[in-house]
């Protein structure tokens, strides 16, 4: 019984070793998730901070990246999960029924996103009024979301591959007949109209708008409301206190330079029917000259 227990323990050994050999052979992919303040994270494999601003990129080559304002970033963690998957094989490209709908591919390498410049910040103002005008939409309120979405960074692309300014998802961008998501006109253009969409089948609730545009429709329909998703939930907090705080401050301005017009008008009323203090010396001092000037006068023409 013991040599028997003994030839068990050994084979156990052995079963253990490959065991172990097998779970270390596996592979481990090791990148790096950065947390954003919006509640976003992007899975990237390495980074270069360029001072206030993190460039994070999305492959090991270095060929395709996306910069992100260095303090949006609050954090870095590691992600253990599994890469995406591969482009398909070339049977497949060569394969026009196997390949992707060409409407479907949009411009989603680097050299792609360089096609369309980089929006100035008055020229991204004229983008945003623009599309806000046309789908009725407060100005404030479209900014909030591009700033949650791409922080305002017009090449960005996720790791789930939406684009541009308002992270239009490809099939999206098609749908709402977007050729080119990293041009701001276009992106802006579609992000808007898609986000009038979605108040009004939620009977402009915006809280319901917000996370449909963040998480879909069919997550928003399924859960009757906010779907409890930790990104979705910051996402939709963000926007709204943001927007809230732009209205705010907009109103204690708004006060502000009314209380100061009215103070303004009634000074200027005072001025009209009461002379001040400065005037009525001024008066005072001409009519006590005047008078001066007149006796000498007299006293000259008198005889000697």
């Known amino acids: ?13 052995v079963v253990l070793c490959a065991l172990s050999t097998l779970f270390f052979l596996q592979p481990v992919f090791a990148a790096d998730l950065a947390i954003l303040s919006n509640g976003f994270s992007i899975r990237h494999d390495h980074r270069v901070v360029m ?9 090991a080559d270095g060929s395709s990246f996306t910069d992100v304002p260095t303090a949006q970033i609050v954090s870095y963690e590691k992600d253990l999960s599994p890469p995406p998957a591969p482009d398909p094989p070339a049977a497949a490209k060569a394969n026009p029924a196997a390949a ?3 409407a479907l591919s949009l411009p989603s390498t680097l050299s792609a996103a360089r ?14 009024n623009s599309a ?18 791409s922080g ?19 099939q999206t961008a098609n749908t709402l007949g977007v050729s080119n998501a990293f041009d701001p006109k276009q992106n802006v253009g579609g992000g808007s109209a898609y986000l009038r969409e979605l108040l009004e089948h939620y009977n402009f609730d915006l809280v319901k708008a917000l996370a449909a545009y963040n998480a879909g429709p069919e997550r928003v329909e399924k859960y009757n409301g906010v779907p409890p998703f930790r990104e979705t939930r910051a996402y939709v907090a963000h926007i709204i206190h943001e927007y809230n705080q732009k209205k705010i401050a907009q109103e204690r301005a708004a006060k502000a330079q009314a209380l100061a017009e009215a103070r303004k008008a009634k000074a200027a009323s005072g001025a009209t029917h009461q002379p001040s203090a400065k005037a009525a010396a001024a008066t005072t001092r001409a009519q006590t000259a005047s008078s001066a000037t007149a006796h000498t006068s007299a006293s000259a023409s008198l005889p000697r």
Not at 1 to 13: I, T
């Open 1 to 13: 019984m013991r040599g028997f227990g003994l030839k068990l323990d050994g084979a156990l050994k």
């Open 51 to 59: 001072g206030e601003t993190t460039r994070l990129f999305l492959s």
């Open 100 to 102: 992707p709908h060409p």
């Open 115 to 128: 096609s369309a410049p980089r929006p100035t910040a008055a020229e991204l103002n004229t983008v945003v």
């Open 132 to 149: 806000s005008e046309t789908y009725h939409l407060d100005p404030d309120l479209v900014n909030s979301v591009i700033h949650a979405e």
């Open 152 to 170: 305002f960074n017009s090449h960005a692309i996720s790791p789930k591959g939406a684009q541009g300014l308002m992270q239009l998802m490809p």
